[in-house]
């Protein structure tokens, strides 16, 4: 395996999460607006995003790996593109795989920010909605009858048919 091709992977893992980043964006206008039909699609098209993502993870694992075992180095279940820098051996792959590596760690620590504006966003937009039901709802202690009494405060007793003597 070679460096050109992690480089490759990497940066298509790159597009892949400036996109997605270009998404939460979008996503802030659209909780803002309340649009739940286009939050619903824009939910569509972020799972589409993340699962092309994740194959890409995917390879990307599977070729550090491989350059690892080709470079005599035991890999472990998380092996990274660090560990690559620091297993190549001409200083202008480690400067690739470091300019790349750290432009995807850019994008990715800008998308947490997005995401975390746009959870704080969600949570405010129900705590609006908790609170407009909330007032909207009535109360029990507001209502002119107890849980037990239904039928209002006729003080004459009513009689069934049934109430007899023996």
Known sequence: MSIEAICSTLTKLERMHKSLLELAIKKTEIITDGNIEALDQMLKDEQAH?????????????????????????????????????????????DTLSAVRNRL???????????????KLVFQSLQFVNLTMDTLRPRTEQMNYSGSEVRGTNKVAKKSFFDSQA
């Not at 560990?83 to 480690?94: P, R, S």
């Not at 760690?105 to 959870?119: E, G, R, V």
């Open 50 to 94: 993340v699962a092309a993502i994740d194959k890409l993870e995917q390879q990307r694992q599977k070729q550090v790996t491989d350059y690892l075992e080709a470079k005599g180095i035991a890999s472990t279940d998380k092996t990274t593109v660090a560990d690559v820098i620091e297993a190549a051996e001409q200083q202008t792959d480690k």
């Open 105 to 119: 760690l850019q994008i990715i620590n800008d998308l947490k920010k997005q995401n975390d504006q746009n959870q």
